[in-house]
């Protein structure tokens, strides 16, 4: 009998392993199947003069969502509009497009994430949509079909690479958004998907102008955790900027003040902002496809990970200069005297619970010689979480005394988990 116990063991455990590999290969062929090309081909099209620059509700704006329609159909997505078709209609004839992607577990039916995107843009632009010149197609190739094209190449993944996650995602192309995101306060307000069962909302606005490799990614302050579970930047040239600034600009506000945790990502502005000069041409096709990849691995940490971040009511009020003033590194330590054992000082972060922030990395310590810098997040140490900055010290103190002489620290740095081997001076 304990041989047949053990038999079972094992294979259970050869099952498990199975099972993992085949989702991990599934997973990156997800993200090999985001490509250069087919990206540019989307946004050709919707930043075609065809379309007129697609203003809500006119004719260019019904042939975008038709585009839409017309590629979720091809890959095979359903349909998560009202009726169980694609479109959500609502005044002046303007069209969301939704798709769903069911979960997996059963357990987590009733927990949604919303990823959205606003195809529409302002048309031929006027005195209030347009930093002119107005009368000329205003294309908005980054304005959105950035987004859009970034989100098409998410569900593809999502659809024909074998990707089942366990929570359910309902993707969303908003209409209206450049006249007063009208697209989600209707979805909002007539939600497809119960509003309460919806539990983080990530929206793509503008990621078509990827400067310097840098992504911001606004709104992790929103939900305790929020910073922690989008860091998954995976392709080198990219890093995340996880900027405190968060306005009312665009549809990931719709969410906010329904306490929903909601990140944006954006590439920043620039001088072709609602101007005819927003074309293709200026587009950095490789960023795209590289903020695609990020959004795919997000999306997936969160339809996966155990247990979604809580809504954080003080996210609302914080802004770049609280950032400022609460992350102020702290000034070095004098030189001279006894060289520290680790050499770090930190702080807690209050929408980071079980993490902290480096304040100071003393020069010539052990700390700077592992690698370690200011703002780091220390996320474990000896491979073992810490609940609060008490308890990291506790741990550290306990290594320290018991005369380790190797401590491993788990960090994150601009989007990147990573480690470090710290060696004490003892």
Known sequence: MRF???????GAACLVASVCVAKERAHLAALDSIRFDQIL???EVLAGDAYEGRA???????A???YLV????AIGVAGGGPDGGYYQVFSGGRRNVLAKFPGADPALAGEWIVVGAHYDHVGYGNRRTSFGPVGYIHNGADDNASGVAALLEVCEALTTTGVRLRRPVLVAFWDGEEIGMLGSQHWARR??????DVKLAVNIDMVGRLRNGRLEVAGTRTGFGLRRLASVAADD???????????PNSDHWTFIERRVPTVMLHTG???DYHRPSDDVDLLNVEGIRQVSRYLFDFVAAAGDVGQLPRYRAGGRAESPAVQKSRERPLPPLPVGGAPPRVGISWREDPAEPGTVFLTRVAAGSPAESAGLSVFDRLVRIDGEAFTNSADFEARLQGSLAAGAEEILLRFERRGRLTSAVVRPNN
């Open 269 to 271: 502005l620039h001088d």
């Open 41 to 43: 081909v989307h946004a």
């Open 56 to 62: 809500s509700g006119s004719r260019g704006g019904r």
């Open 64 to 66: 975008a969502a038709a």
């Open 191 to 196: 939600p497809t998907v119960p509003l309460r």
């Open 4 to 10: 047949a116990r053990q038999a079972l063991a094992v």
């Open 70 to 73: 017309e590629r979720l159909e």
């Open 237 to 247: 040239g990219l890093w995340l900027d996880f900027t405190w600034e968060l306005e």
